[in-house]
DNA sequence: ACCCGTTATGCAAATTCGCTGCATAACGGG
DNA sequence: CCCGTTATGCAGCGAATTTGCATAACGGGT
């Protein structure tokens, strides 16, 4: 799916520089290789969650909120992983919160120190479980 | 959509009676008004997780002879992952007494407070480490 | 109030994805 | 080694998602 990477991509480009329009943001995908157009990244920017601030385009300030409670990231390994980074000691309290949303996709989940590891029963199930959990810190 | 009406008759079909063959399910599926292949009842089983034990088929989920010792269910999560959910600090006593059994399939285990990581080879010894696993505790 | 640069959106076409049956391979008990 | 049973590659089909185009809506600056 050209829609998945394209919106990573998206994360990156965001998180490395200042970006201030779409125009400018769809200009960059091409250089990176990602051709669309400028309807496809406002669509984008909205399923991300990307807010406009101060004449640039910044992640949401749900990641400051789910920082607060310990969750740090989110990452998808293979095609039945997940795997939430942490603030060091707090895994196992999100993961606490992870489990108790009983969410359908995911299969059940292993806390390290600062890591957790979320199984979902396939692919499709990962983005959905990724989207979820984010939002469930946002 | 047929197939999730489908796969609740099936779950209801297979609590109410003994069920031998996937030919006997689709027959009785056809009786309730539900057309369906041996193909189709194959992979909803699978995607179930129904599995086949004492020539008939079951839930690998809370029976009275495994969570009495900790067990509560087990899942399949991609390939490679089985996902043991177990009562409450459980976890650790579980998959000492799975590690005790050396199944063949069976790569290695982490246990977390009420979950187990199981990692097997492959796909095919998914399905052998659940069966092989709930028969442990069955 | 009016531009104009920027962003959002209705719609239809294009693309992807899931479900299914068929044919057949793989499995496993006897 | 057979034969009943179960799993799976493949192709077709329909539904759902994604996309681009055209255009509307928005918002800051004058």
Known sequence: MQKTKRQQK?????????I???????????RAGFVATQSSVSRDLEELGVVKHNGHYTLPRAAEGAAARGLLGLDAAGDCLVVARCEPGLASAVA??????????????????DTIFI????????????????????
């Open 10 to 18: 998206i994360m990156s480009l965001i998180r490395g520089r200042r």
């Open 20 to 30: 201030g329009t779409q125009q400018e943001l769809t200009a960059l995908l091409e």
């Open 96 to 113: 606490v919160a992870i489990d108790r949303a009983h969410l359908e996709e995911i299969v059940g989940t292993v806390a390290g120190e």
């Open 119 to 138: 199984a979902v029963h396939e692919r499709k199930a990962q983005r959905a479980a990724i989207k979820k959990v984010w939002e469930l810190f946002g």
